[in-house]
């Protein structure tokens, strides 16, 4: 009789509190990535010195409730992919040391009357809703983490008590202060000079006064192709890092994978924030434009979708009421 196989996996309390655990790892780390990434993007874009942006950073109400809700999302969701099941529970284990925190902070708000401002909500509100949204992105995060799981997925399946996404645990200990952490301010900046390089190639298609301009046409071609090959370097310098790393590969062995590691690990992710930083720096220096000519260019954008959907009107109404003729 043919053996059957089975997509059941097995999961025990130790792997749930240990894949938690690693999740909070992760969390912190990417809480350091925003420190370290945002209040220079922050610099760059208000040409204020790096110390007052980091100020502001630490100050803003704002970007406390985002980052500490994405840290718990993140946490909740890898840590529910390598715990297999329980994917709800995990995420929520994940986040327990912030749940804790901030329950504490908000019974001692609330015991002792304090009625400070956070911004411009109270203290107690504020403790409520980084509560609130920490403990809905644990659960939103432990769904989506347990749901995306598949043995299919799992680099880890044999290997329980070895690795983590297939690389043995203990490289984790110089992983992540070493290659984790500058992945993720390069993924930081890379999003952000994506966006922004969309947004100024659609300001300068509704700006006539651009047009003329030599180096905006540069900008137009060059910058975006900057930022992609930023993108492509981080993504492609992550999965060949991953692929160095996995547990008994033997493509890669002395003192050439250890070149690997530092050329894929090391050098990807410092290039690919150097160009997505580039790519940035130039979009803030480029010349502004007439104000109010993007009403122009709006109208002189809208004339071409205007003119094809007239002449399609026109077809229309000639091929059924002037078919016969």
């Given amino acids: 009789m043919n053996n059957i196989i089975t997509n059941e996996v097995k999961t025990s309390t130790k792997r749930i509190i240990g894949v938690a655990f690693f999740g909070l790892i992760l969390g912190g780390y990417i809480d350091n990535a925003f420190r370290f990434t945002i209040p220079k993007i922050s610099a760059m874009v208000q ?60 019974v001692f708000a609330i015991i002792k009357g304090v009625d400070e401002l956070i911004g411009s909500i109270s203290f107690q509100l504020y403790a409520f809703i980084q509560l609130l949204l920490i403990i809905l992105a644990s659960i939103f995060g432990g769904f989506i983490g347990e749901k995306f799981y598949s043995p299919d997925k799992d680099l880890d399946l044999g290997n329980n008590k070895l690795t983590i ?37 659609y300001y300068f298609a509704i700006h006539p006064s651009l047009w003329f301009k030599f180096a905006w046409w540069i900008y137009f071609f060059i910058v975006p192709m900057v930022v992609s090959g930023a993108t492509l370097i981080m993504f492609g310098g992550f999965i060949r890092f991953c692929e160095i790393m996995q547990y008994k590969q033997v493509e890669s062995k002395g003192w050439k994978k250890f070149g690997q590691v530092f050329l894929y690990g090391i050098g990807a992710p410092v290039l690919s924030y150097a160009l997505a930083a580039f790519g940035a720096n130039v979009t803030h220096g480029m010349p502004r434009p007439t104000t109010g ?33």
């Fill in 47 to 106: 040409k204020i010195d790096v110390e007052i942006a980091q100020i502001n950073y630490e100050s803003s109400i704002i970007f406390k409730l985002i980052v500490l809700t994405i840290i718990s999302l993140f946490a909740a969701g890898v840590a529910a992919f390598l715990g297999r099941k329980k994917g709800i529970w995990t995420g929520l284990l994940a986040n327990s040391i912030y749940i804790l925190i901030f329950t504490g902070i908000l």
């Fill in 165 to 201: 996404f297939g690389i043995r645990w203990l490289h984790y200990f110089w992983i992540l202060p070493f290659i984790f952490y500058p992945f993720l301010a390069s993924f930081i900046i890379v999003i952000y000079a994506g966006i922004l390089s969309f947004l100024v190639d």
């Fill in 293 to 325: 000519d993007w009403k122009i260019g709006l109208i002189l954008i809208l004339i071409i979708p205007t003119i094809a959907i007239l002449v399609s009107i026109f077809l229309w109404i000639k091929k059924k009421v002037f078919h016969r003729y």
